[in-house]
């Protein structure tokens, strides 16, 4: 269940550029800090659930890259 929230956050977070505005002014360059947004705007998830939606977020949207978001569950080299 907690993973169906994590993508339906994503698929919010795609669809409406004001909330991706929001995401990238306040500065989230982590999944913690991801997660802590997430619940602020109500999508109440785990940070386990969250890296897996993030993984495999497969983008509906040309214009609306979540792709730096990827970033945060990638592994560090």
């Known amino acids: 269940m907690a993973l169906e929230t994590a993508r339906k956050f ?3 977070l795609e669809r ?3 909330l991706r505005q929001q995401l990238y002014i306040n500065g989230i360059n982590d999944l913690e800090k991801l997660l802590q ?3 602020a705007k109500g999508f109440v998830c785990r940070a386990e659930d969250l890296a897996a ?12 890259s979540l ?5 945060l569950v990638a592994p560090k080299s």
Request: charge should be negative; avoid cysteine; hydrophobic fraction near 35%.
């Open 10 to 12: 994503l698929e919010r």
């Open 16 to 18: 409406e550029e004001t």
């Open 67 to 71: 792709e730096p978001l990827k970033q």
């Open 53 to 64: 939606a993030l993984t495999s977020f497969k983008p509906s949207l040309p214009t609306a």
């Open 37 to 39: 947004f997430a619940q």
